[in-house]
């Protein structure tokens, strides 16, 4: 009989361990280590909210470069021509098949026909910005978690955060991004972000004299870009890269894609 | 419980107390709330200015030209596009004034004749040879490109009115009152030029180029003697030219 009570625990020393167990589980769930391993599995916030996407109908874009312009202004884009948010570029595709491509500043100042009227076979203009990719390569390769998709579907960039490693720019298979000179810092569209949470339109959006971008939930129905999607042919640009871009080009031509 | 293991333990437990006390301060307050991001950064994003305004607001004090611009081909564009971001001028209208642009190439950014362009979408002219002396303005009213050319139009009885001409070539006119033919109407040599009036681009203008024509004035024997026009003899004054080879026509005493 002996011999079997020093093997069972006494009271004080069951109570003694469970509380030191509860204590630990308590402490450790406070301060959650597991959280980064959680969002790197991709857990995402729950619920239905926007998923926001942009349209271009290329039909009716006349390559003004308003866009181009007014994000630079918006979004305090320094003015050489080589960094840009938004920009616009005319392609012209002579008749022995030569396709070329220009962007003087971007549009900005608008286009003059490279080529010459008689040689050309087709022409035509698309403005380009960042696609919102929903699996985009410049958010999986940053380093410090400085890119990432917004729970509305915007790719952002936290400029507090980034190291300016150019990682991002090197990675985006539509080239949107650039290094701020000033900042040092990745710059990119925000799809104007700070617009479209207050209910109104992107920049580029709010001036395009024709109306041919437009912007809009595609997780609403009644949207204005899922009807512009359901009622034109559209294509993304890249689409094997499997980026998922939810930049979506009515009559995108061959030569662009 | 052996010392070693005891030991070891403690070791471990010393090495992830620092880790997490470490992580604690390195790693921002809401990293990871939402994502492998600090969710903070959303708040970041939204909190940037905004510089293009609501449109309704220019219409509060620029009602006249809200109000023409609402009934032509450029009702539908935001003001914004022409002029500008809106957000300092809103702040102090008398300082900060909005971008204003009567270049032709302005114009030109979306009516420049372009393949690229659907005409269907946009109205285009070719730059380099539609009314070059004159800039977009003088004929069309920006805010309503049609108004200004329907008022020619409906003024096109007064046709001996030079201003109606000088509206569009006013670089002409400019020529004109500088010389000999200032007080000559300009449809005394390019004709009356009604159908010109109502659509400029599909009807041009006479352009006298021939020598008889200008003998009607300057020919001895041709034309009366009187009302001190300079005479010349069209046998013999330099008979191989035509005499706008040598002369301006809207200004004959600079030449070429």
């Known amino acids: ?257 | 419980m052996p010392n070693q293991l005891r030991n070891l333990i403690i070791v471990f437990a010393i090495f992830v107390g620092l880790f997490l006390t470490a992580r604690h301060f390195l790693v921002p307050k809401t990293f990871g709330d939402l994502g492998h991001y600090r969710a903070d950064a959303l708040q970041y994003n939204i909190d940037h200015e905004k510089k293009f305004v609501d449109t309704t607001l220019c219409s509060n004090c620029h009602t006249d030209i809200s109000n023409s611009k609402y009934v032509g081909a450029h009702k539908l564009i935001n003001c914004q596009t022409c002029h500008g971001a809106g957000n300092k001028h809103i702040e102090n209208p008398t300082i900060n004034k909005m971008e204003k642009s009567s270049e032709r190439e302005f114009c030109a950014k979306c009516h420049a004749k372009n393949l690229a362009r659907s005409s269907t979408v946009i109205k285009q002219v070719d730059i380099t040879k539609h009314n070059i002396d004159s800039k977009c303005v003088n004929c069309h009213n920006p805010h309503s490109p049609e108004i200004k050319m329907a008022q020619v139009a409906s003024n096109q009885n007064k046709k001996d009115e030079p201003a109606i001409c000088i509206m569009c070539h006013d670089k002409i006119d400019k020529i004109k009152t500088k010389g000999m033919h200032k007080s000559v109407p300009c449809q005394s040599c390019h004709g009356e030029g009604l159908n010109h009036i109502k659509s400029p681009s599909k009807s041009n203008m006479f352009k006298p180029s021939k020598r008889e024509f200008c003998g009607k004035c300057h020919g001895i024997g041709i034309a009366p003697k009187s009302k001190g026009i300079k005479q010349i003899d069209l046998k013999e004054h330099n008979i191989e030219n035509k005499c706008i080879d040598c002369h301006i026509g809207h200004n004959p005493l600079e030449f070429k």
């Not at chain 1, 402490?27 to 995402?44: C, R």
């Not at chain 1, 971007?106 to 008689?118: A, E, H, N, Y």
């Not at chain 1, 190291?163 to 799809?191: E, F, M, N, S, W």
């Not at chain 1, 870009?225 to 890269?241: G, M, Q, S, W, Y």
Request: glycine letters at 8%; one cysteine or more.
């Open chain 1, 1 to 257: 009989m002996e011999k079997e009570n020093t093997k069972v625990s006494s009271r004080r020393d069951f109570f003694k361990k469970s509380g030191a167990i509860a204590g630990g589980l308590l402490l450790v769930s406070m301060l959650d280590p597991l959280k980064q391993i959680k969002a790197l599995a991709g857990e995402k916030p729950k619920g239905k909210g926007a998923w926001y996407g942009i349209g271009v109908d290329l039909e009716k874009c006349i390559g003004c470069g308003s866009c181009a312009k007014a994000c630079k202004t918006e979004n305090n884009v320094p003015k050489e021509p080589f960094f840009f948010r938004s920009w616009v570029e005319q392609y012209s595709v002579t008749a022995n098949g030569v396709v070329k491509v220009q962007s003087p500043n971007g549009g900005v100042d608008g286009f003059k026909q490279p080529v010459l009227d008689k040689e050309i076979e087709k022409s035509f203009f698309i403005p380009k910005s960042c696609n919102h990719c929903a699996k985009s390569p410049c958010e999986q390769v940053c380093p410090v978690g400085a890119t990432f998709i917004s729970p509305d579907g915007v790719v952002l960039v936290d400029e507090t955060y980034c190291i300016g490693c150019g990682y991002c720019v090197q990675a985006c298979p539509y080239a949107c991004r650039y290094l701020h000179p000033v900042k040092h810092t990745a710059d990119k569209c925000t799809l104007c972000y700070h617009r479209i949470k207050k209910g109104l339109a992107p920049a580029c959006i709010t001036v395009c004299p024709t109306g041919a971008k437009i912007y809009g939930d595609l997780n609403d129905k009644n949207s204005d870009l899922v009807k512009f999607i359901k009622e034109h042919n559209c294509t993304v640009l890249k689409p094997h890269l499997n980026t998922k871009p939810k930049f979506f080009y009515n009559a995108l031509k061959e030569e662009a894609e």
